[in-house]
């Protein structure tokens, strides 16, 4: 029994070492500068969150195959913890509070999605910990006045912005009538209030505003008002199944409207799973890898695409490029802040002003990125029914011309 | 509110039909539940869940090349197994127990379903297309997805099936028995275990049906099973149990009653509708038997 105790006791002692030392080893451990994320491996959001974390280990590899980060004339590299939030808000604040207190990760990269994003960031904001997210694009993220919080994507209310403005600029210059449908969450609603503005700025009226449940997989009633009101615009943003819902019901119910635009066609596989019925469609995206934006790791979109293609056997999502990019910003904030010390990194990432095959990037003090608009592509098919993105808009990249007004169904 | 659907013709038209057509699959789904319920008073949580599966049959058979509408003779004889194997391992552990125990054990099995399909077929959404047309009605103000027709006309087609089964076999009238008295049933020589294995594959056949049905004509993934299960859990509420005629006139208008809020109150209450209007069946139910019970008194 004594001996039981003893051995026990001991066991004890020993974990309690162990779990210290860990606190103390971590962050940069020798040549190593030990990065956290919490990640959906698992749940709703499991496909994206694999695309988040093959766009992160695409870049570790190629930056520690490429000399590593130099700080303080040493080379570094970088290494990833991951853990699976299971595509739960709580669990991904607990697994930060963990990667930090526990494993005493002292930079952080972002989940997928804007709601895990934002329950992150209160974490990351109380420990003082720099955190280069990739994924979550909600407005509400960057109007919280977070120190730490560094986002290389461009916010939601700019998705669909450049639709309606391109709508109108079709139009002469006048207004348009816009029917609206979106989801309900944080993300569809700020793609919402961003079109809002663009109509108040632009002089066009909306004529249909309706909201989509979470569950939804029918949207006939907006598609029969939509035929009734004839809109000029018809913008539909309700993550992936609302992209999926809206281009099966359109081509059933034969419905017309001159422009289409919605969010989530590329994770939606959207002319993969339509073919032919999803032409036309002007979608929103964060990157194309038809853009020609530069730097020294990736080279290009074309040559990321490849590589990534060679590694994971998929073409990448915009997902996966921008979480590349985020480890592209990090090297580059370590290198100039030439320290490890977490508020010195904060400020050079504040600072941060360069060119990645992502695009631009520099962060508004909310922490989004400015420098970097979205792009449209529409979804164009050739006479043998195998469909390609092309970017449409905004005109200095694009690679086609934009096709306006869609055709009616009749002349299909 | 929006009332656009009373103000034109057309639209009233086209809400009821398309409220008709969606509320028969949901009839079929429910008449799943209302057997089992009936026969070996369980309520499955899990009914959804059955539906996805389903659907994610016709889905895979969709991917490989088959016709996804072969999901309807496909899925159900794969999820008939399905059901029996949950019978097996799960259900007949809960059985005679009280409804409170059944509710858990299915509400976990839904759990570990949704679990499973998403680490199985991934968490995107999917659909399976028929590349059937559209039907135009009344000088093409009203449209009908020939997909919706194909769904409604299969589903009538498996309930009348079913009926006869019930009514002309061996084992329709064992299941009647049962139904009627397990205890009674079970002296005179049926073997309620065999009974109750075979009640919960054909219930999970239903689902298999209806799920093959919705991947033609709406959008299936793994989280989505439970509006089914409310739906179904509702329509037989206000059915009550073995009343076929009931559980279709009531999925009917539960389809058009939710195709009404959906243009009343806009497409964001469409589920919460439903829900309303559970609890206030559920209430009113409770009314009326408060009052037949003081004049038993």
């Given at each position: 029994?004594?001996?039981?105790?003893?051995?026990?006791?001991?066991?004890?002692?020993?974990?309690?070492?162990?779990?210290?030392?860990?606190?103390?080893?971590?962050?940069?451990?020798?040549?190593?500068?030990?990065?956290?994320?919490?990640?959906?491996?698992?749940?709703?959001?499991?496909?994206?969150?694999?695309?988040?974390?093959?766009?992160?280990?695409?870049?570790?590899?190629?930056?520690?195959?490429?000399?590593?980060?130099?700080?303080g004339g040493k080379t570094y590299k970088f290494e990833i913890i991951y853990y699976?939030?299971?595509?739960?808000?709580?669990?991904?604040?607990?697994?930060?509070?963990?990667?930090?207190?526990?494993?005493?990760?002292?930079?952080?990269?972002?989940?997928?999605?804007?709601?895990?994003?934002?329950?992150?960031?209160?974490?990351?904001?109380?420990?003082?910990?720099?955190?280069?997210?990739?994924?979550?694009?909600?407005?509400?993220?960057?109007?919280?006045?977070?120190?730490?919080?560094?986002?290389?994507?461009?916010?939601?209310?700019?998705?669909?912005?450049?639709?309606?403005?391109?709508?109108?600029?079709?139009?002469?210059?006048?207004?348009?009538?816009?029917?609206?449908?979106?989801?309900?969450?944080?993300?569809?609603q700020d793609v919402r209030l961003g079109i809002l503005d663009a109509a108040k700025?632009?002089?066009?009226?909306?004529?249909?505003?309706?909201?989509?449940?979470?569950?939804?997989?029918?949207?006939?009633?907006?598609?029969?008002?939509?035929?009734?009101?004839?809109?000029?615009?018809?913008?539909?943003?309700?993550?992936?199944?609302?992209?999926?819902?809206?281009?099966?019901?359109?081509?059933?119910?034969?419905?017309?409207?001159?422009?289409?635009?919605?969010?989530?066609?590329?994770?939606?596989?959207?002319?993969?799973?339509?073919?032919?019925?999803?032409?036309?469609?002007?979608?929103?995206?964060?990157?194309?890898?038809?853009?020609?934006?530069?730097?020294?790791?990736?080279?290009?979109?074309?040559?990321?695409?490849?590589?990534?293609?060679?590694?994971?056997?998929?073409?990448?999502?915009?997902?996966?490029?921008?979480?590349?990019?985020?480890?592209?910003?990090?090297?580059?904030?370590?290198?100039?802040?030439?320290?490890?010390?977490?508020?010195?990194?904060?400020?050079?990432?504040?600072?941060?002003?360069?060119?990645?095959?992502?695009?631009?990037?520099?962060?508004?003090?909310?922490?989004?990125?400015?420098?970097?608009?979205?792009?449209?592509?529409?979804?164009?098919?050739?006479?043998?029914?195998?469909?390609?993105?092309?970017?449409?808009?905004?005109?200095?990249?694009?690679?086609?011309?934009?096709?306006?007004?869609?055709?009616?169904?009749?002349?299909? | 509110?929006?009332?656009?659907?009373?103000?034109?013709?057309?639209?009233?038209?086209?809400?009821?039909?398309?409220?008709?057509?969606?509320?028969?699959?949901?009839?079929?789904?429910?008449?799943?539940?209302?057997?089992?319920?009936?026969?070996?008073?369980?309520?499955?949580?899990?009914?959804?869940?059955?539906?996805?599966?389903?659907?994610?049959?016709?889905?895979?058979?969709?991917?490989?090349?088959?016709?996804?509408?072969?999901?309807?003779?496909?899925?159900?004889?794969?999820?008939?197994?399905?059901?029996?194997?949950?019978?097996?391992?799960?259900?007949?552990?809960?059985?005679?127990?009280?409804?409170?125990?059944?509710?858990?054990?299915?509400?976990?099995?839904?759990?570990?379903?949704?679990?499973?399909?998403?680490?199985?077929?991934?968490?995107?959404?999917?659909?399976?297309?028929?590349?059937?047309?559209?039907?135009?009605?009344?000088?093409?103000?009203?449209?009908?997805?020939?997909?919706?027709?194909?769904?409604?006309?299969?589903?009538?087609?498996?309930?009348?099936?079913?009926?006869?089964?019930?009514?002309?076999?061996?084992?329709?009238?064992?299941?009647?028995?049962?139904?009627?008295?397990?205890?009674?049933?079970?002296?005179?020589?049926?073997?309620?275990?065999?009974?109750?294995?075979?009640?919960?594959?054909?219930?999970?056949?239903?689902?298999?049906?209806?799920?093959?049905?919705?991947?033609?004509?709406?959008?299936?993934?793994?989280?989505?099973?439970?509006?089914?299960?409310?739906?179904?859990?509702?329509?037989?509420?206000?059915?009550?149990?073995?009343?076929?005629?009931?559980?279709?006139?009531?999925?009917?208008?539960?389809?058009?009653?939710?195709?009404?809020?959906?243009?009343?109150?806009?497409?964001?209450?469409?589920?919460?509708?439903?829900?309303?209007?559970?609890?206030?069946?559920?209430?009113?139910?409770?009314?009326?038997?408060?009052?037949?019970?003081?004049?038993?008194?």
């Open positions: 029994m004594k001996i039981n105790k003893i051995i026990l006791s001991f066991i004890s002692a020993v974990a309690i070492l162990l779990s210290t030392s860990v606190v103390s080893f971590a962050k940069v451990v020798g040549d190593k500068i030990v990065l956290g994320a919490a990640i959906s491996l698992t749940g709703k959001y499991s496909s994206n969150g694999v695309h988040t974390q093959n766009g992160y280990n695409m870049a570790v590899d190629r930056i520690n195959s490429m000399g590593g980060v130099k700080v699976d939030d299971e595509s739960n808000p709580k669990r991904a604040a607990q697994l930060a509070e963990r990667l930090i207190s526990q494993d005493g990760v002292e930079f952080m990269l972002g989940p997928y999605s804007s709601g895990l994003t934002k329950a992150i960031a209160p974490v990351t904001e109380k420990y003082g910990v720099p955190m280069v997210e990739a994924n979550g694009a909600s407005r509400s993220l960057f109007t919280k006045g977070y120190k730490y919080l560094f986002a290389v994507l461009a916010p939601a209310n700019l998705y669909l912005d450049v639709a309606i403005r391109t709508a109108v600029e079709l139009n002469g210059g006048k207004g348009v009538r816009i029917a609206q449908a979106f989801e309900q969450d944080a993300f569809s700025e632009t002089g066009s009226e909306i004529i249909i505003d309706d909201k989509l449940p979470k569950e939804l997989n029918d949207m006939a009633a907006t598609l029969v008002k939509v035929k009734q009101m004839k809109p000029d615009v018809l913008v539909v943003s309700g993550h992936t199944k609302g992209a999926l819902t809206a281009i099966r019901q359109i081509a059933e119910m034969k419905v017309d409207v001159p422009m289409l635009a919605m969010t989530h066609c590329d994770a939606a596989k959207l002319s993969k799973q339509h073919g032919k019925n999803s032409q036309y469609a002007l979608c929103a995206s964060q990157w194309h890898k038809t853009l020609t934006y530069k730097d020294n790791f990736f080279k290009d979109g074309m040559t990321y695409a490849a590589d990534f293609q060679k590694e994971f056997g998929y073409d990448p999502p915009y997902q996966s490029a921008e979480s590349s990019a985020a480890l592209l910003v990090f090297k580059d904030a370590f290198e100039r802040a030439n320290s490890f010390d977490q508020k010195k990194v904060r400020d050079a990432l504040a600072a941060t002003n360069m060119q990645t095959f992502y695009g631009n990037i520099k962060f508004a003090p909310g922490g989004q990125n400015v420098d970097k608009p979205m792009v449209l592509f529409q979804v164009m098919c050739d006479g043998a029914g195998k469909c390609e993105n092309k970017v449409v808009a905004p005109l200095k990249w694009a690679s086609a011309k934009l096709i306006h007004p869609i055709p009616k169904w009749s002349e299909r | 509110m929006d009332f656009m659907v009373f103000q034109y013709p057309m639209i009233t038209i086209q809400a009821c039909l398309d409220g008709v057509l969606l509320g028969v699959l949901f009839a079929l789904i429910a008449y799943g539940m209302a057997l089992q319920w009936g026969v070996m008073n369980i309520i499955n949580i899990a009914q959804g869940d059955l539906v996805i599966l389903g659907g994610y049959i016709a889905y895979f058979m969709y991917l490989y090349g088959i016709h996804p509408a072969w999901g309807v003779i496909a899925s159900p004889i794969i999820m008939y197994f399905v059901g029996v194997g949950i019978y097996k391992l799960v259900i007949n552990k809960v059985v005679d127990r009280d409804l409170f125990i059944s509710i858990l054990a299915t509400f976990g099995i839904s759990i570990l379903f949704m679990q499973l399909m998403n680490f199985a077929f991934g968490a995107d959404v999917v659909l399976a297309n028929s590349g059937y047309g559209t039907t135009f009605l009344f000088d093409s103000n009203v449209v009908l997805p020939n997909s919706k027709i194909f769904s409604a006309f299969v589903s009538i087609v498996f309930a009348i099936c079913l009926v006869i089964y019930m009514k002309k076999s061996k084992l329709g009238r064992a299941i009647r028995a049962t139904a009627q008295n397990a205890r009674a049933a079970k002296i005179l020589g049926v073997d309620t275990e065999k009974v109750y294995a075979a009640t919960f594959g054909i219930n999970a056949a239903l689902c298999g049906v209806a799920g093959a049905l919705i991947s033609i004509t709406f959008t299936i993934h793994p989280y989505m099973g439970l509006p089914y299960t409310i739906r179904s859990f509702m329509i037989v509420i206000v059915a009550g149990l073995g009343n076929l005629p009931g559980v279709a006139m009531s999925g009917m208008g539960l389809g058009v009653f939710e195709e009404f809020a959906d243009y009343l109150l806009g497409t964001e209450f469409r589920i919460g509708a439903v829900f309303l209007l559970l609890v206030l069946i559920l209430v009113y139910r409770r009314f009326k038997l408060s009052r037949k019970r003081e004049y038993l008194k």
